[in-house]
């Protein structure tokens, strides 16, 4: 069982809104959240509900936002490998090897380094492929870089942007159990995005649901089932079920918004 | 059993190895044969009708006869000293305006206050005609080497400036936001993404300076010259030597051809180059 800690993550009355040339809009509506030391928080909601900018906030990706996020107690003031960030797509360098893009900027020289990628490449089942060029992985390999890339560093927190959105249904399929493997063996804390529903349950301890215009957390789930989940037993569509019936509010409340707009 | 098994395996695997690279060889001397049908069989039809005397030996001197007279170029030795001469000219004048306009190009591309202070000059220069300014270097210059390498030089700047400016501009923005994230130092920005994104414009950039750069010698040497490949031409056309003029064009070919070839090699050898293609799994959107 693991033991779950302190507080890694705080955002209190987080506001963030872009500017177009006509109008402001609202992209993220006090947003209050806290994420514990070991947890794998998924975010899920409809596209446009934000979910990608919090994550990006949090990443010190951006930084014109109102409120407060804090890690480990310290106010976020730019990208940094405290916290690790893997997008949607694999965004290696081309003209390195997988070893080397893993790497990116420490030396394989360096015995420490080269010792901890290779345990990376087996982490992320990558083995015999680490002089491979990005344009010889499939999808799934390449994002497995991403995300050993991303572990090296040994952030705080992983980020992750629908790392899988692009990839069929067995290949994530197939991710997602690297993925917990991952989690299990490192206890990484992560926030994963993600618009796929069971995705969200099969692999959060807790699902946070985003409602759109503007981004608001609508519900969090506490997700107690224990891995490795079964996707058709029927305590995971009970789960499915509660995250599908918050969507339905969600559509009923957006149409009843419309409805009186009329 | 298994084991014999497994070897046999392995046998029939390295002979399969074997045997693609056989038939890719196979290939490949295909490929030339089939490429070489058209120039082969055009030299052979300008023989016939040569021999023939349908078309002028003056104007256009046999494939044989254009062959003697390059032997005996070579004999006398006046061919390698001429190729020297001009060698030197070419790789001196593609050095410093090459050199220069990498330097410029990059300088431009990473910092926008020379881009604003620089770029808009260097658009202008670039739109005067090459050739147009050969007389007024002569007379800057003097009719000896300073001369040439200049006009060589300002050739071959503006191609590798545009390009190593254009390649650093071009440097995915994703890919950025990735070295954000990864706790990149402004300096390690520059070392480890922008100049490699860039290096196959670089390369591109070098084959067209490369390109212009014989050119720009052709030009200088015509013009006031008592040496070189192209003044051996010139030479020989005030003396109706033709097939001497000949010799000279098709030098020319070839050498610009093999700096060519020498530079693609050199890129093919350097992996940020070739495997510069798109993404597997992709940047797309």
């Known amino acids: 069982m693991r033991v779950i800690v302190a507080t890694l993550l705080k955002i209190r009355e987080l506001h963030k809104s872009f500017e177009t040339d006509s109008k402001t809009v609202q992209a993220l509506h006090n947003i209050e959240l806290d994420v514990r030391e070991g947890e794998l928080i998924t975010v899920i909601g409809p596209s446009g509900c934000g979910k990608s900018t919090l994550l990006r906030i949090v990443a010190g990706l951006d930084t014109s936002y109102r409120g407060e996020v804090r890690l480990d107690d310290r106010p976020i003031a730019g990208p940094g490998i405290d916290k690790g960030f893997v997008f949607q797509e694999p965004r290696l360098f081309p003209w390195l090897t997988v070893e080397k893009n893993i790497a990116a900027d420490l030396s394989l020289r360096n015995p420490d380094i080269r010792l901890k990628v290779d345990e990376l490449i087996d982490l992320v089942r990558l083995k015999g492929f680490e002089k491979a060029y990005p344009k010889e992985l499939s999808g799934g390999m390449a994002q497995r870089v991403a995300i050993a890339r991303a572990l090296l560093r040994q952030p705080r927190i992983l980020l992750l942007d629908e790392p899988f959105g692009a990839l069929d249904a067995f290949t994530r399929a197939h991710m997602q159990e690297v993925l917990l493997d991952v989690w299990r063996r490192n206890g990484t804390t992560m926030i994963f995005v993600t618009h796929d529903i069971d995705e969200a349950v099969y692999l959060g301890n807790r699902i946070i649901i985003l409602k759109p215009r503007p981004g608001e957390i609508r519900a969090q789930i506490p997700v107690d089932l224990p891995y490795p989940r079964k996707k058709a037993s029927a305590s995971f569509q009970d789960f499915r079920y509660k995250v599908l019936s918050e969507f339905e509010r969600i559509d009923e409340l957006s149409w009843g918004e419309a409805g009186a707009g009329i | ?285």
């Open chain 2, 1 to 285: 059993m298994s084991v014999s098994q497994a070897d046999l395996a392995a046998v029939q695997a390295k002979a399969a190895g074997e045997r693609r690279k056989r038939s890719k060889l196979r290939r490949r001397l295909a490929d030339f044969l089939w490429g070489s049908l058209l120039p082969v069989a055009l030299l052979a039809v300008w023989q016939w009708l040569g021999d023939r005397e349908i078309i002028s030996p003056l104007l256009f001197p046999t494939p044989l006869v254009i062959w003697d007279s390059f032997i005996w170029l070579v004999n006398s030795g006046t061919l390698g000293e001429n190729i020297g001469v001009s060698l030197y000219r070419t790789f001196a004048g593609f050095g410093l305006g090459a050199g220069l306009g990498l330097a410029t190009g990059l300088l431009v591309g990473l910092s926008k206050t020379s881009e604003r202070l620089l770029n808009s000059t260097v658009q202008m220069i670039r739109m005067i005609p090459h050739i147009s300014v050969t007389f007024l270097f002569v007379l800057w210059f003097g009719i000896g080497e300073t001369s040439k390498i200049l006009l060589i030089a300002k050739g071959t700047f503006f191609p590798l400036y545009l390009y190593s400016f254009l390649g650093i501009r071009n440097v995915d923005n994703k890919l950025f936001e990735v070295t954000r994230v990864l706790g990149y130092s402004r300096f390690k920005q520059i070392v480890r993404l922008v100049l490699p994104a860039t290096l196959p414009n670089v390369v591109l950039g070098i084959r067209l300076s490369l390109a212009i750069a014989w050119f720009s010698l052709v030009v200088a040497e015509m013009m006031s010259s008592s040496s070189g490949l192209a003044f051996l031409m010139m030479d020989a056309r005030a003396m109706s030597d033709t097939p001497t003029v000949f010799v000279g064009i098709a030098l020319f070919t070839v050498l610009a051809k093999l700096t060519d070839s020498i530079v693609l090699f050199d890129a093919g050898c350097c992996p940020g180059v070739i495997r510069s293609g798109a993404e597997k799994g992709g940047n797309a959107p």
